[in-house]
């Protein structure tokens, strides 16, 4: 199937810093690409959706402004979560779908666990 | 609006038995329905989907699903459950027209030696 690497796995910062989570498909171009996040032993939650060349459509009670969505090119979507804090720790998983048949099932990354001390 | 239900949130089989992970959805439209695993810390695999056809559907690792649009359900199966297939089991469903995919709130399959 198709490959979507994400980066970092792991990352942990300081309260106020901000931190870039990229994901990349890698074997196929993806025009949109899902952000979700989970919490623990929880399902996921859609964030935003990320539109290549255009900005990003938002889940209703997510930060636009906390959580900076960039889809610069067919392959790579980047989060940027600002002015972290503690309570922005979680699972941040993003996915693709190759092509543009909307029947196509998802492809996700490994998934990015954040935490922010 | 379109909604997911796992009613269990764990499921415990011996292995050697057959599973059962349930789900059942709510579309407008024509549901488009899916199963992904999970393995700790890891992203979503996916496993199998229903778009249209055969109600009976094979997937990956030996699961298969059957859709059932009278009960609205898409319950995951595996005739003889192995050890390695303990996770976290998602359903999700999307309907023509959306792009979203709705997930369930998973179910944890235990499969004890």
């Known amino acids: 199937g198709a490959v979507v690497s994400q980066h970092p796995s792991r990352v942990i910062c300081k309260s106020g810093t901000s931190v870039k989570i990229e994901c990349r498909s890698l074997d196929f171009q993806a025009t949109t690409m899902f952000w979700y996040r989970q919490f623990p032993k929880q399902s996921l939650m859609l964030m935003a959706t990320?539109?290549?060349?255009?900005?990003?459509?938002?889940e209703q009670g997510v930060e636009k402004d906390k959580f900076l969505i960039n889809h610069a090119s067919l392959t790579l979507s980047t989060l940027t979560v600002t002015s972290a804090h503690p309570e922005d720790s979680s699972f941040y998983i993003c996915?693709?779908?190759?092509?543009?048949?909307?029947?196509?099932?998802?492809?996700f990354g490994e998934g990015s666990r954040l935490t922010v001390l | 609006a379109q909604s997911v239900a796992q009613p269990e949130d764990q499921v415990n089989v011996a292995e050697g038995n057959p599973l059962t992970v349930k789900c059942t959805y709510s579309?407008?439209?024509?549901?488009?329905l899916f199963w992904y695993v999970q393995y700790p810390n890891r992203g979503l695999q996916f496993l199998l989907k229903?778009?249209?056809?055969?109600?009976l559907v094979k997937g990956s690792y030996g699961f298969e699903a059957e859709f059932n649009k009278s009960q609205t359900s898409f319950h995951l199966k595996k005739p003889s459950a192995l050890v390695s297939d303990s996770a976290l089991y998602f359903c999700?469903?999307?309907?023509?027209?959306?792009?979203?995919?709705?997930f369930g709130t998973g179910t944890r399959l235990l499969v004890s030696p």
């Open positions: 996915s693709a779908r190759p092509g543009l048949a909307s029947t196509g099932e998802l492809f």
């Open positions: 229903y778009i249209t056809g055969d109600n």
């Open positions: 999700a469903v999307r309907s023509t027209g959306f792009q979203k995919l709705v």
């Open positions: 990320s539109n290549e060349g255009s900005k990003a459509t938002y």
């Open positions: 579309v407008s439209g024509n549901p488009y």
